[in-house]
């Protein structure tokens, strides 16, 4: 069964909703965040704010970044890439980590559907 540590913020309502909405089986462990609960070894243990600006790094070398320039974001990132569930993750995901090509205006149309209504 799955343990929602959860605090009534939006994300974890946000949480709460999705394993209603899967209809998964789950148990709510109440945190105060008042009484600073969520710095608790065992929160801090589960946390995912441990991980989640992890996505928003992976491609960094699309941003023409290098994490070589940052030792210790290097660190905490290279730690994050080898944890079991982001391995599942990004398994099968390709060119996750290469830069992103120029799109065409006509490719842009299609994903956002504005831009001809825009020009027309």
Known sequence: ??????AATP????????????????R??????????????ECLALSPNNIACYPWIVTYEAHGQNLADFPHLKRWFESM????????????????HAPKQAIS????????????KIRA
């Open 81 to 96: 890439a080898a944890r079991p569930a982001a391995l599942r993750t990004y398994e099968g995901v390709e060119n996750v």
């Open 28 to 41: 709510v462990i109440p945190v105060s965040l008042g009484k600073g609960e969520q710095f608790k070894p």
């Open 1 to 6: 069964m799955i343990e929602l540590y959860f």
């Open 11 to 26: 994300n974890g309502l946000k949480a709460k909703l999705f394993l209603e909405e899967a209809q998964l089986p789950y």
């Open 105 to 116: 205006e006509e490719e842009r149309d299609e994903l956002f559907k504005q831009g001809a």
